[in-house]
């Protein structure tokens, strides 16, 4: 141990480069002299040396079966390292190459050379080549994000450039100013922006010395690593779970930190060069660099004993600002499903990060997790006494490693029309009579509430030192909830938007340990569904109403109108691991339950994405295949069936197959579904509030028509159009009949219903004209349309027979006047035909 | 005295002309439907959107109460491939088309709709919904340019980017008068230009000009019409021409 700040002397003196292969078998360096050198992991043995034809080497990027090596002639060759040996040259520039990336996968290579445009090339094809040159200088490093989908590219005019390699065609994502700082190439000091292994941020050496952390997300500037270095900074490192940082200056200084606080751990002072490269190894404490004086070192127990614990703990998150994952950790939920986050939102990239990770850690058994200060790093609590904890946890982990536990993966709560923390803000509630939004203040939020009609509502603002987090907006008041702190159990905040009295706004407490998981609000009444299973319902001024135990549970979303409250909660586990939703909806001021714990339809592998009343008081659900679907028959007690009111996927101006978008459904109202179109992957509106779009119902009945504008299609698409008019307007008729038969209705209801009554049958009538010109064999048809008229007034097979008359289908409007005159005289009645 | 004003139209007047041309406006307050000399207008509720004619929307957004949606066209990505398809060097002889015709109304089978006595076929500047939310992305319709012009000037608030929607406005422009004026190159007595998609403002801005020189190719050309109109009473009164002046007085009678 004494000995091991031992250089390795591996180099020529001059600026030497290194790269562990991912599985941290092999260290491989380059440096002046025209050999590279490959270095067994733990092994005291000389390196394998590979001589090679070029010298001066600048980069080079190993992953387990090859390595790249550039140089300053500007070729970037390929070795393989199974053999050690030369494959070929991947590509050359006219001048030399300053830095080398490979993509996660292995796949794609991005070098950055003197020259102005960087090249990602295919490692296996070198034909397949992709050229950035957003940037209008030379770029002096490449990384590749964690998925390998970006590249932020540090070039030397200051600014770093995020393309996406998503696309056929690179695209540049974000310019980010005043981050680094104007370099030379050959600077030793750099600029290279280091992705954080959760992949949500980067961290780049700032032009004040310090590390600064960028989000991914919005590309804003989040915490920094400050005060470490005199000199500029000219290496850094993540550890492989991201808890630790080590970073490098000009100065010869090297410092560790920890990324949570980002606190200096320990400063190093036994650095006599100027370190160029540095990297962790993936699994081990083990961190080797190498210098300007062509030396390597490779520093076991690198982490001092007291941090070396940080190295094992489960993949941390990086330091952003506001950062939404803190707050949940600190209610201190457990992981309880697998592989599902507790705030519910599961981001592109960690499912791969996750998965590299459980690997690991069933690799490294039992001992993997070490809680002994009880700091709570490790998910699973071990608060027990050391020894004992040790004795029991070893055997048990082995006994528990060959079957995986089985575990039913229930759906998370959510709160329709909220969206999750982006940056420092969220929207609490969205809908049709305005939104609610939060900012992250640190200490405290400052919650906005917005309206539409600014006539008759006015817009206002509070500083909230609760934090809350689900809100509920309607024309007469907003409700709030907030979760437990230590200060405070978890509270339920209603403020009425106008009294006659003085301020009215009230505020309830719920018992301790009771978390709110949804809530929601309706002209009578306020509903919270709770983490101890309770539906608790309070009048709109407070008096609380009823409460009682859901039957399914753990609760997932309720909703209210009127007086009907609608639960879904989580049912019986289905074939797929996953649970059923069960939803239940009853009338609280009639006390009668109208559907009781009935399934909420939805296809395997689908999820519920939003579930709200439309605006005449039916259910509808939007799922995550982008279908709306209504409820139609709920006032009766197992009569109910969900009916699909519009597929987004099929839209038109999805037809041409161009755009790429979903919708985040916000209502149902005036017959159009509302909602904001999202573009680019996007799942979540974000500010500034994007504009609400509305699209007319398609019930699907038929594929969509294509683009021909033939004769046959024309008259298909004129026949589509009026057959998906006929199921949709008796739908609406059927809904509405509901309504009337049910509730005591108005009289402007009672007349839509038999407005929508002749509506359906003009329809028929059209369906019918369609018919009649199609030719006399399709008589038939046309007779079994008339049939299907209601014609309560005997008009309407009347008009049926005149279309036929004018059509000249002299028997068929003769059967049509005969079926008429049996419907007058009653003999003709539901059941038969 | 006569106003001393050019023929055809001034551009406030097509600017004016304009103003009937129904925009899409978010209500910011509610109104009930107005009985206007073009028709009822539809009840505002927020935040549902609503037809306006273009005056009744500066007028309310003049007053905060309602915000303008821009037509599809009038967007960074929509000019700009118009613009893209003017400098084409394909399409560079011709003007982007204007926005599709709607399909004739009219009742009977499809394909004597065109002869049907109740039919109607709408062109521009008639077309509804040409710079409503509703309206083609790829098209300029006829009033594009004044629409626009009013729509930055008094709502530009309501714009995504509006100095870049401003300087397409203006690219597009300065694109699609140097094609009129190139056109003008050939101009001739018997010769004229094809102005597929030119739209009212545009219009307008050549007229005096156009009219101007077409105006002087007839009078340089009057004595040979005169001489061949002397020529052609000539042969009438020979007798020659009987049976066109039998015409005349048929129509005549008729």
Known sequence: MANRLRARPAHAPGPAYLSYTPNGKKLVTVGLNGALRVFQHDSEDEPAVIDVLTDNHFAVAATIEFILVGAEDGSVTKYSLLTNSMEEMLVRSSLPVRDIAISPDGQWAAVASDELEVKVVNTQDMTRVMYLREHPRPAKHVSFDISGAMVAVSCTDGLVYVYSLSSEQPQLVKRIDGLIKMLDNEAEASSKAVWHPDGRAFAAPSSTRDFQVVARNDWKLQKAFRGGHRGDISAAAWSPNGALLVTAGVDKSLVLWETRSQKMLKSFDDVHNVILAMQWHPTDNVLSYTNNNGELFIRENFAPNEHAKLLKIALQHAPMNGDPLNDISGNARKPMLNGVKPNGHVRSGDDYIEGLLDDAMSQDGADFIEDDDGAGYAEEPNRNGKRVARSIEGPQAKRQAPGPVWQPQIHEPFQPGSTPWKGNRRYLCLNLTGFVWTVNQETHNTVTVEFYDRQEHRDFHFTDPYMYDKACLNEKGTLFACPASSHHPAILYYRPHETWTSRTDWRTELPKGEEVSSISLSDSCIVATTTAGYVRIYSLFGVPLKMYRQKSSPAVTCVSWRDYVMTVGNGPVGGDETTRLLYTIENVKRDEICQSEDILALPDGVELKSVFFSEKGDPCIYDSDGVLLILQHWRTPGQAKWVPLLDTRTLDRLASGKKEESYWPVAVANNKFHCIILKGGEEYPYFPRPLLSDFEFRIPISSAPNGDEDEINADNTLQNSLEEKYVQSSLQYSLIQDLVENTNATQTQKLEATGLEREVDKVLLQLLAVECREGEERGMKALEIATLMKDRTGKMLEAAGKVAQRFQRDILSEKITQLAERRLVGLVDDDEV | ?254
């Open chain 2, 1 to 254: 005295m006569a106003l001393p004003l050019p023929p055809g139209l001034t551009p406030s007047e097509v600017g004016f002309l304009c103003e009937m041309e129904l925009v899409t406006v978010i209500p910011r307050q509610r109104l009930e439907g107005l009985e206007l000399l073009g028709g009822p207008t539809q009840s505002l509720n927020p935040p549902f959107p609503a037809p306006l004619p273009l005056w009744l929307a500066l007028l309310l957004k003049r007053q905060k109460r309602a915000n303008i949606s821009p037509p599809p066209w009038l967007s960074v990505e929509g000019l700009s491939s118009i613009l893209q398809f003017e400098t084409d060097n394909r399409t560079a002889e011709v003007f982007s088309p204007a926005p599709a015709l709607p399909q004739p109304t009219g009742f009977g089978s499809r394909h004597d709709a065109y002869l049907s006595q109740d039919s109607l076929e709408f062109s521009p500047p008639f077309l509804a919904d040409s710079s409503t939310t509703r309206s083609q992305s790829n098209a300029l319709p006829y009033h594009w340019l004044e629409l626009g012009h009013l729509l930055l000037t008094h709502a530009s608030d309501d714009f995504d980017d509006p100095d870049t929607v401003r300087r397409l406005l203006r690219d597009l422009r300065e694109v699609r008068m140097s094609k009129l004026r190139k056109g003008f190159k050939v101009l001739d007595a018997g010769a004229g230009v094809k102005m597929n998609g030119v739209g009212g403002m545009e219009v307008a801005e050549v007229r005096g000009f156009v009219g101007g020189i077409v105006d002087g190719l007839r009078k340089i050309n009057r004595s040979r019409e005169e001489s061949r109109k002397e020529r052609e009473a000539e042969e009438r009164e020979n007798g020659l021409g009987s049976s066109s002046y039998q015409d005349d007085e048929d129509d005549m009678q008729l």
